[in-house]
Nanobody, 115 residues
């Protein structure tokens, strides 16, 4: 079993920054892909950023140049640094892990970008 616990969400003004953290525990290894998804009200869940099993990164076009995903393998933690936030970034952000084709999700953390 794998547990994912997110933290770091909140309310921020447009142009501001937030850093999300996802602490993983259980039978998970640095080779297992991990990433962040988000779901806005009445919209489908979408990929924001992720690590592949080879350590490469993927980003949604809408966040390229503004968001950065990073990973501390020693702590089994994945981070999402979000800069230049926009109101359209408002969503619940979910951590995701693909552990040998079994998919795990965190409970989600709310990010609200508003003045």
């Amino acid at each position: 079993q794998v547990q994912l616990v997110e933290s770091g969400g909140g309310l921020v003004q447009p142009g501001g920054s937030l850093r999300l953290s996802c602490a993983a525990s259980g039978n998970i290894f640095s080779i297992n892909p991990m990433g962040w998804y988000r779901q806005a009200p009445e919209k489908q869940r979408e990929l924001v950023a992720s690590f592949t099993s080879g350590g490469n990164t993927n980003y949604a076009d809408s966040v390229k140049g503004r968001f950065t995903i990073s990973r501390d393998s020693a702590k089994n933690t994945v981070y999402l640094q979000m800069n230049s936030l926009k109101p359209e970034d408002t969503a619940v952000y979910y951590c995701h892990a693909d552990v040998w084709n079994r998919h795990y999700w965190g409970q989600g953390t709310q990010v609200t970008v508003s003045s």
